[in-house]
């Protein structure tokens, strides 16, 4: 069946620092992908989505580009902020179903 | 400006005594989903409805039941509560497949 694998965690940067989190996955066919963010006490909200291969989703400074060679969808950032602090789950939809398959997530702690 | 409102926000119950979990969304979206959430894992699918009057089993049904009467209620019926039932559960909508999914703010469940 489908799968989403992220990084481990957490993963704890200075402001105005490079962030990366890893994100492959496997399916069948052409999924949608999606990074969500769970802010403390919060529900999840869509982040960024791509829909085909060499999309890049951007929002609030985040980007992730779908690369269908690596099953990847990684998210970046150039500066993270404190208040960027928060758990990061990868997911996909498949091309047939109407389920979000989600990774296990990443929490980011971002120190002034 | 509602969204996806769950209620309770947090309920602790006793082995097996039996609760529902409440979910209405204002946006008049066809796909409603439940999902759990435990710790250091991604979300996992419980139930999801494609409208009202059709539901269907997600990845982990066990334990729990559902019912989609109106398109604003997804409630989610645990009858014999167990430990293993202790987690973190959202409630989420969407309009169309392959369209954002909107969460609430979760329930978080202790069985004790």
């Known amino acids: 069946g489908d799968s989403v694998t992220q990084m481990e965690g957490p993963v704890t940067l200075s402001e105005e620092a490079f962030l990366t989190i890893n994100c492959t996955y496997t399916?069948?066919?052409?999924?949608?992908l999606f990074w969500y963010v769970q802010y403390p006490g919060e529900g999840l909200q869509l982040l960024l989505k791509a829909t085909k291969a060499d999309d890049k989703g951007s929002n609030k400074g985040f980007e992730a580009t779908y690369r269908k060679e690596t099953t990847s969808f990684h998210l970046e950032k150039g500066s993270v902020q404190v208040s960027d602090s928060a758990v990061y789950f990868c997911a996909l939809r498949d091309t047939s179903g109407s389920r979000l398959t989600f990774g296990e997530g990443t929490q980011l702690t971002v120190n002034p | 400006n509602a969204g996806v409102t769950q209620t309770p926000k947090f309920r602790i119950l006793k082995i097996g005594q039996s609760m529902t979990l409440q979910c209405a969304q204002d946006m008049n979206h066809n796909y409603m989903y439940w999902y759990r959430q435990d710790p250091g894992m991604g979300l996992k699918l419980i139930y999801y409805?494609?409208?009202?009057?059709?539901?269907d089993k997600g990845e982990v049904p066990n334990g729990y039941n559902v019912s989609r009467s109106t398109t604003e209620d997804f409630p989610l019926r645990l009858e014999l509560a167990a430990p293993s039932q202790t987690s973190v559960y959202f409630c989420?909508?969407?309009?169309?497949?392959?369209?954002?999914?909107?969460f609430g703010q979760g329930t978080r469940l202790t069985v004790v």
């Open positions: 409805s494609v409208g009202a009057g059709i539901t």
């Open positions: 989420a909508s969407s309009l169309r497949l392959n369209t954002e999914a909107f």
């Open positions: 399916a069948t066919g052409y999924p949608s």
